[in-house]
């Protein structure tokens, strides 16, 4: 089956929130533990300081680190928002390709070059309803939606085909 990729922020983004949610952890747990550590030390300095008659340097500095955590956690939340964008730009070209998916292989043509892959370099995936990610690595997976393919037919039979030869794949609702 032909497949039309066509990627754009939106599917980008989608796809990113899916990742999370399965594989996300250790993202979630950096957004929130670097700025816990940052409040943790600065009260621990704005404490030290408190004892003192006369506030010295460390409760300032106490107040830059919790003012560098709020920047941090915010600065990640909108990073993470845009992420879409981001790559999007990097990829340039190559945000725009056509694939052939057989039972055995990914045939991807790029301007450039054509690459072949078998349904062995994945090994991981994700099914929802309007998109498919497919996992070569831990964090490095290749996106489908829906709009990619000729007819609803052809993303059904596509989303069989991982099932038939992915064992880990996952199905979202």
Same mark, same amino acid.
């Given at each position: ?7 754009n922020? %939106?599917?980008?983004? %989608?796809?990113?929130? =899916? ?19 940052? #409040? ?10 408190? +004892? ?11 107040? =830059? ?11 990640? &939340? ?9 790559? &999007?730009?990097? =990829? ?5 390709? @056509?694939?052939?998916?057989? @039972?055995? *292989?990914?045939i ?17 995936? #994700? ?8 996992? %070569? %690595?831990?964090? *490095?997976?290749?996106?489908?939606? +829906? ?6 037919? @052809?993303?059904?039979?596509? +989303?069989?085909?991982? *099932?038939?030869? #992915?064992?880990?794949?996952?199905q979202?609702?």
């Amino acid at each position: 089956m032909e497949v039309k990729v066509r990627l754009n922020e %939106q599917i980008i983004n %989608q796809s990113l929130q =899916l990742h999370y949610r399965y594989f996300g952890s250790s993202h979630k747990r950096r957004l929130l533990l670097v700025p816990v550590i940052l #409040i943790a030390v600065s009260l621990y300095l704005m404490y030290t300081e408190m +004892k003192k008659p006369v506030l010295g340097t460390n409760f300032y500095l106490g107040i =830059l680190y919790i003012v560098f955590a709020v920047a941090y956690y915010f600065y990640m &939340l909108y990073r993470m928002k845009n992420l879409g964008k981001t790559l &999007l730009k990097s =990829l340039g070209e190559n945000g725009n390709f @056509d694939m052939e998916i057989t @039972d055995s *292989t990914i045939i991807t043509k790029l301007a450039s070059s054509t690459t072949s892959s078998d349904w062995t370099v994945f090994k991981n995936a #994700i099914i929802s309803t309007d998109i498919v990610l497919l996992y %070569q %690595q831990n964090n *490095t997976f290749s996106m489908f939606e +829906k709009s990619f393919f000729n007819s609803e037919a @052809d993303f059904s039979s596509f +989303k069989n085909i991982i *099932t038939q030869q #992915i064992s880990n794949a996952i199905q979202h609702s």
